[in-house]
């Protein structure tokens, strides 16, 4: 999670990014980086809580492929809305940005 960083969409709202180059980022790269390593440490804590109950459900089978993003975000975390922009690909939900 450290390639991405929160950027200005427009006055009002922010919107998370993949920075692919960090040399070519336009806004503040102190500022970008401290984003970048906030949410990084925020998805560590998030896993690390629900690990156990996350390692328990793929023993059991109950996780399909491709659905941890919904088992961990939804079903253990509640930090994710089944219409957040996280699950469509676009990025964390409001709530990990709330959290930051």
Not at 14 to 27: A, I, N, R
Not at 32 to 49: F, P, V
Request: hydrophobic share 30%.
């Amino acid at each position: 999670m450290q390639d991405y960083t929160l950027e200005k969409r427009d006055s009002t709202q922010l919107e998370w990014v993949k920075v692919d180059d960090w040399d070519l980022l336009k806004t503040n790269k102190q500022e970008a980086r401290a984003h970048s390593k906030a949410i990084s440490t925020y998805c560590g804590r998030l896993l690390e809580e629900t690990e156990d109950e996350l390692a328990k459900l793929i023993r059991q089978g109950s996780v399909k492929v491709g659905g941890v993003t919904k088992v961990l975000c939804q079903d253990l975390s509640k930090h994710c809305s089944q219409t957040s922009d996280f699950l469509d690909g676009h990025g964390p939900a409001d709530d990990a940005k709330e959290e930051l």
